[in-house]
């Protein structure tokens, strides 16, 4: 019986404990919320077509980033239809700058499915939602936590520092997403999961930053092991970036240069490059540019042609005009360099 009575009131420390955590959380968050477009109050329907836009834009991209790219997007298009109808170059125009073009192109095919399959409403299942493009596990909770109050907690790069940091999470098991997914329950639920989520997010993203936490400002300090013990130190895990080596061709005539659409590699698909072959582990490669792209260091030699070798959809690039073209920001920024040497 004695050992029964213990173990209730551990269960009940345990939950005082989350409650405080939730609550502490949630109070700092009214205070100290940043205002961002997707957070207005407006109407349960466009909450969720503007939880569905700020997540796809927010993966792999930085919060202040995606502000202006997402007002020009709800500004364009306003709702799930307008986006399931739009053309691929308007949709491209209005994602440039943004990379990662195949988000773009998966948000279109998620609101088309939309449309046909659910009656034009986001589903509010983890099973429905993850069937849908460019919707992972950490994005369908985000969804069902942000649009819909469902007590998920999508466990993102801020939740995920918070959660090690709290906990002192630092070996090399201990940091493994599955393990990670079963310590966020240390966080509790709260009948406000759609604010708890995003404080949560945003206690990541303001106060327990990568470097120099501002532990003072922090709401749950007294209990985070990583301040008792005052190392603030994260155990990254790491990810070597694939080095590749292309040559890229620079056909230039009349102050203009030849682009092509690019049909060969999977990065860029669909999008206006400059010609360019892949080459493997070659020996002596004097590299003229460097560019990081998702998990690839591209190494990059350029080189002038003269002959007039043709290509399929290929077309010259006024380079005055730069502006006017849809261009991804690799091949913008290729244009630029060419200029200035």
């Known amino acids: 019986l004695n050992g029964t009575v213990s173990l209730l009131s551990i269960i009940f420390i345990l939950h005082m404990k989350e409650l405080m955590i939730t609550k502490n959380i949630l109070n700092w968050y009214d205070l100290n919320k940043r205002s ?59 994602w440039e700058g943004l990379g990662y073009y195949s ?27 993850i069937t849908l493009p460019g919707i992972g596990n950490y994005t369908a909770n985000a969804i ?14 801020n939740i995920e520092r918070v959660l090690k940091r709290y906990l002192y999470l630092k070996k090399e098991k201990e940091i493994q997403k599955d ?9 509790g639920t709260s009948s406000r999961s759609s604010d708890y989520a995003q404080a949560l ?24 092991k990583s ?6 130190i994260l155990t990254k895990n790491i990810k070597k970036n694939k080095e590749k080596y292309f040559v890229l061709k ?16 999977n990065f860029l698909k669909n999008l206006s490059i400059f010609p360019m072959q892949e080459l493997s582990n070659p020996k002596n490669f004097n590299e003229t540019l460097n560019f990081k792209m998702s998990n690839m260091n591209m190494n990059i030699k350029i080189q002038y042609s003269k002959d007039n070798q043709k290509f399929s959809s290929s077309y010259w690039l006024d380079r005055t005009k730069l502006d006017g073209y849809i261009l991804p920001s690799f091949t913008k920024k290729v244009v630029r360099y060419l200029e200035k040497n």
């Not at 834009?57 to 239809?81: A, E, Y």
């Not at 095919?109 to 986001?122: E, M, N, P, R, V």
């Not at 301040?227 to 603030?232: N, S, T």
């Open 36 to 94: 961002l477009p997707w957070r207005k109050k407006i109407s349960f329907q466009k909450k969720q077509y503007y939880t569905l836009i700020s997540e796809f834009m927010l993966q792999q991209t930085q919060v202040t980033s995606v502000i202006p790219f997402f007002n020009n997007f709800i500004k364009d298009l306003p709702s799930i239809k307008s986006l399931a109808k739009v053309k691929e170059k308007k949709l491209i125009k209005l």
């Open 103 to 129: 988000r773009a192109r998966n948000l279109k095919k998620t609101a088309q499915i939309i449309i046909k399959k659910f009656d034009g409403k986001l589903p509010n299942n983890f099973e429905d939602l």
């Open 144 to 157: 069902l936590a942000i649009a819909f109050n469902k007590p998920y907690i999508p466990l993102d790069g």
């Open 179 to 187: 393990n990670l997914s079963q310590k966020k329950v240390i966080f």
């Open 201 to 224: 997010m945003e206690l990541g993203a303001i106060i327990c930053k990568p470097n120099n936490p501002i532990c003072n400002q922090c709401p749950i300090k007294i209990n985070c």
């Open 227 to 232: 301040f008792r013990k005052k190392d603030f």
């Open 250 to 265: 620079v056909y230039k005539k009349n102050q203009r240069y030849l682009l092509i659409k690019n049909t060969k590699f």
